[in-house]
């Protein structure tokens, strides 16, 4: 079992940059593919990046590429979602995710999901 916790969201203004963190419990996260998603309201919930085990693949939605970062700290059981250049579009719930390859996080089938952090961007 893994817990997920997201923090870092908040209220920044378009042009600004936020960093997300997720702390995942347990002793098995580096066995983990981590991802970030996002929802806002009344649209369906959108991949935004994704990141291999060892750090050694990344992988990002359309709206994320050029502007965010997924990064990891096995040692501290963290992933991170650096985001600069945000845009009022950017606004919506983050989630993270933990799963057990590649193909089931980036299909959105992620084993473990956390309770999401809000992130909103003013214009």
């Known amino acids: 079992q893994v817990q997920l916790v997201e923090s870092g969201g908040g209220l920044v203004q378009a042009g600004g940059s936020l960093r997300l963190s997720c702390a995942a419990s347990?002793?098995?996260?580096?066995?983990?593919?981590m991802g970030w998603f996002r929802q806002a309201p009344g649209k369906e919930r959108e991949f935004v990046a994704a990141?291999?085990?060892?750090?050694?693949?990344?992988y990002y939605g359309d709206s994320a590429k050029g502007r965010f970062t997924i990064s990891r700290d096995n040692a501290e059981n963290t992933v991170y979602l650096q985001m600069n250049s945000l845009k009022p579009d950017d606004t919506a719930v983050y989630y993270c995710?933990?799963?057990?390859?590649?193909?089931?996080?980036?299909?959105?089938?992620?084993?473990?999901w956390g309770q999401g952090t809000q992130v909103t961007v003013s214009s």
């Open positions: 347990g002793r098995t996260f580096s066995s983990y593919v």
């Open positions: 990141l291999s085990r060892s750090s050694g693949s990344t």
């Open positions: 995710a933990a799963g057990s390859s590649t193909l089931i996080v980036l299909g959105g089938r992620a084993n473990y």
